[in-house]
T-cell receptor
Framework: GIQVEQSPPDLILQEGANSTLRCNFSDSVNNLQWFHQNPWGQLINLFYIPSGTKQNGRLSATTVATERYSLLYISSSQTTDSGVYFC????????????FGQGTELSVKP | DADVTQTPRNRITKTGKRIMLECSQTKGHDRMYWYRQDPGLGLRLIYYSFDVKDINKGEISDGYSVSRQAQAKFSLSLESAIPNQTALYFCATAGTGWETQYFGPGTRLLVL
């Protein structure tokens, strides 16, 4: 099955700093989503981005499908950005199932 | 998303008890999924359903069963709960094709 690796596993930032989170996957995909899990455990959809680039406020994401990676950019980080960021992918033969990476735990300090 | 609801939100039970977690959605989606999250880990798929008559096992289905009562409802049962089923459980929905999955708020289950 598809393998998903996220890096770094942990990240500590000062408020206002920028960061880049990476997601590598081992096979072709037709679904890639980024999620933010807040400290209360809720999963929040950030991007559906199997290819290309999207931006939403201070967040943006780029997926290079041919090279099997995706990047999530967080600019001018805020303490409310803290939590775990997950990348999840679905392959052509996965029947709509998502395979999750292990996540990047982000802590933004004031 | 408020369009996907899970009940209960928190549950404590004892080893050997049968419990049911429920998921409802108002998004009109055909596909529904149950995932489990253990501390410090990503989510793993337990069961999924593409319509009322289609139920499929995920990667960790042992010890679980599901019921798709209607397009909008998908329930997960633990037939005889054990402590290592203590986890955060998520329900998700998606439309047909390769679309965004939307997750419910999760159910925290503690098995003593």
């Amino acid at each position: 099955g598809i393998q998903v690796e996220q890096s770094p596993p942990d990240l500590i930032l000062q408020e206002g700093a920028n960061s880049t989170l990476r997601c590598n996957f081992s096979d072709s995909v037709n679904n890639l989503q980024w999620f933010h899990q807040n400290p209360w455990g809720q999963l929040i959809n950030l991007f559906y981005i199997p290819s290309g680039t999207k931006q939403n406020g201070r967040l943006s994401a780029t997926t290079v499908a041919t090279e099997r990676y995706s990047l999530l950019y967080i600019s001018s980080s805020q303490t409310t950005d803290s939590g775990v960021y997950f990348c999840a992918v679905g392959g052509y033969n996965q029947g709509g199932k998502l395979i999750f990476g292990q996540g990047t735990e982000l802590s933004v300090k004031p | 998303d408020a369009d996907v609801t899970q009940t209960p939100r928190n549950r404590i039970t004892k080893t050997g008890k049968r419990i049911m977690l429920e998921c409802s959605q108002t998004k009109g989606h055909d596909r529904m999924y149950w995932y489990r999250q253990d501390p410090g880990l990503g989510l793993r798929l337990i069961y999924y359903s593409f319509d009322v008559k289609d139920i499929n096992k995920g990667e960790i289905s042992d010890g679980y069963s599901v019921s798709r009562q209607a397009q909008a409802k998908f329930s997960l049962s633990l037939e005889s709960a054990i402590p290592n089923q203590t986890a955060l459980y998520f329900c998700a929905t998606a439309g047909t094709g390769w679309e965004t999955q939307y997750f419910g708020p999760g159910t925290r289950l503690l098995v003593l």
